[in-house]
């Protein structure tokens, strides 16, 4: 399995217009297994996605679904960094979805 | 909604037992609607664990369960450090559990 946990940082006032965008046609991802979308409480930038997939082929064809680049489309302008990048390797744990 | 994500790094040569101890007994905890367990492939004692949970008080109180306090007992001493730990506010996202 491949687990991705990702920090970025939005535009000044823009976190909820980025989030809305990344929660965008995300249900229809073959082998996206969990992905979570959340806001840090002590950064009114800052937003944190963690994502488990069955393995690293599912989440790079994520990428070129049309649903996923048209929101990267949409996303980009509101970015303003990306603060952490960490790629896991998943054990196990509760409240996975099956594979989409 | 409540989450948390947090790095710890295992006793050296000791992170899969460690690992197990951390999946032993979790899926009997109400509120958890997510808890993903996973190696990190580039520091080889070190452990990323990702949550969300329906309120930070479900989470609370998952920490008096008796199978979490017989898990937290047995993983103390195969515990080096603490080297994260992120509290946030998970908007949405894909493949959460119901409340337990």
Chains 1, 2 share one sequence.
């Not at 991802?29 to 599912?58: F, H, N, Q």
């Not at 054990?91 to 979805?97: R, S, Y």
């Amino acid at each position: 399995m491949y687990g991705l946990i990702g920090k970025m940082t939005a535009v000044a006032g823009q976190r909820d217009a980025l989030t809305a965008i990344l929660l965008d046609g995300i249900e229809a991802m073959p082998g996206c297994l969990s992905y979570v979308v959340a806001r840090d409480p002590k950064d009114a930038d800052a937003i944190w996605i963690t994502e488990v997939w069955d393995s690293a082929d599912s989440h790079r064809a994520s990428l070129a679904l049309p649903q996923v680049q048209a929101a990267i489309a949409r996303a980009r302008p509101l970015i303003a960094g990306f603060d952490s990048h960490v790629e896991t390797e998943p054990v196990g744990g509760h409240g996975w979805a099956p594979a989409g």
